[in-house]
């Protein structure tokens, strides 16, 4: 079977978060919504896309795209921190995001094991 008809349950778990995060970032203060907030948007797309090309590659090419992913996810879960400790989000929203990050990192280091 190819590995593009496997489902990956990352790839809606991913939605999700990107689905819960363009509202919040809507909401950021304007002096953050463009610096903070597009430096969020820009690191999930560019996961997304590691994501996407480790569905569609194997080999060694999958353990780059894998561990690109997992670099942009950490830098994710930075920026997040860094959003919450300039207080455009709340104790609440920040852990709600760090949760859904923590969840589709379980998941990314399963599948680079």
Same mark, same amino acid.
């Given at each position: ?46 996961? *997304?896309?590691?994501?996407?090309? &480790? ?7 999958? &353990?780059?795209?894998?561990?690109? &992913? ?8 930075? *920026? ?12 609440? *929203?920040?852990?709600?995001? &760090?949760?859904?990050?923590? *969840? ?10």
């Amino acid at each position: 079977m190819a590995d593009s008809s496997i489902e990956f349950p990352i790839f809606p778990l991913f939605a999700n978060f990107m689905a819960w995060l363009v509202p919040v970032i809507e909401k950021f203060p304007r002096s953050q919504r463009f610096i903070l907030g597009s430096r969020l948007l820009d690191t999930s797309y560019y996961c *997304q896309r590691d994501l996407i090309r &480790a569905r569609k590659v194997r080999g060694a090419a999958r &353990a780059d795209a894998l561990l690109s &992913a997992d670099v942009e996810l950490e830098i994710l879960r930075l *920026q997040l921190r860094t959003a919450h400790e300039l207080h455009c989000l709340t104790v609440r *929203q920040y852990e709600h995001g &760090a949760g859904m990050l923590n *969840q589709i990192g379980g998941f990314l280091g399963s599948w680079r094991n």
